[in-house]
T-cell receptor, first 113, second 112 residues
């Protein structure tokens, strides 16, 4: 069964600093990979996704992620964060053709002034 | 218009009671889901319906019973509520089997 590991439960950074949120997955077959963001007291919304093709995926709000098959990773990056990026970020994986999306435990990003 | 809407947004009730949460999506999607988010923010799938047919049923106590009257609606009924049922329940929908989910804003259930 597939699983997702988000290595950092909390990441504090200063405004305008770069950030990387780490995600590793385990699956022996092809996967689809996602990053979702959850702002306080809201539902989740899709930041970006990797289904196939280019391993560098660009998403909303200036975020991007790189799929690395050999390292089974899908780390999320942003070169310069804003206060408004403060939120919980979830990495998720679904095995190709499966309806089931498995989420990591989330990383709380806090951007300080 | 809200794409995926859940009601109620907040629910406070006593142990042993029965409660329902309703979900509607106006995106024309074929698949709907219920996810449970616990106090540590961990998200776990509970159920999934595709065109009113149950396709995913995780190891959820049978006190939880989903019902899908049509593909735009997926309701969750919970019998004999327990303290451990306190959580935020999210409804979601998707069109293609690619995992891109559209979430509702959640229903926060507190069992006293």
């Amino acid at each position: 069964a597939q699983s997702v590991t988000q290595l950092d439960s909390q990441v504090p950074v200063f405004e305008e600093a770069p950030v990387e949120l780490r995600c590793n997955y385990s699956s022996s077959v092809s996967v689809y990979l996602f990053w979702y963001v959850q702002y306080p007291n809201q539902g989740l919304q899709l930041l970006l996704k990797y289904l196939s093709g280019s391993t560098l995926v660009k998403g909303i709000n200036g975020f991007e992620a790189e799929f690395n098959k050999s390292q089974t990773s899908f780390h999320l990056r942003k070169p310069s964060v804003h206060i408004s990026d403060t939120a919980e970020y979830f990495c998720a994986v679904s095995v190709g053709g499966s309806e089931k999306l498995v989420f990591g435990k989330g990383t709380k990003l806090t951007v300080n002034p | 218009d809200t794409a995926v809407s859940q009601t109620p947004k907040y629910l406070v009730t006593q142990m042993g009671n029965d409660k329902s949460i309703k979900c509607e999506q106006n995106l024309g999607h074929d698949t709907m889901y219920w996810y449970k988010q616990d106090s540590k923010k961990f998200l776990k799938i509970m159920f999934s319906y595709n065109n009113k047919e149950l396709i995913i049923n995780e190891t959820v106590p049978n006190r939880f019973s989903p019902k899908s009257p049509d593909k735009a609606h997926l309701n969750l009924h919970i019998n004999s509520l327990e303290l451990g049922d306190s959580a935020v329940y999210f409804c979601a929908s998707s069109q293609y089997i690619t995992g891109e989910l559209f979430f509702g804003e959640g229903s926060r259930l507190t069992v006293l």
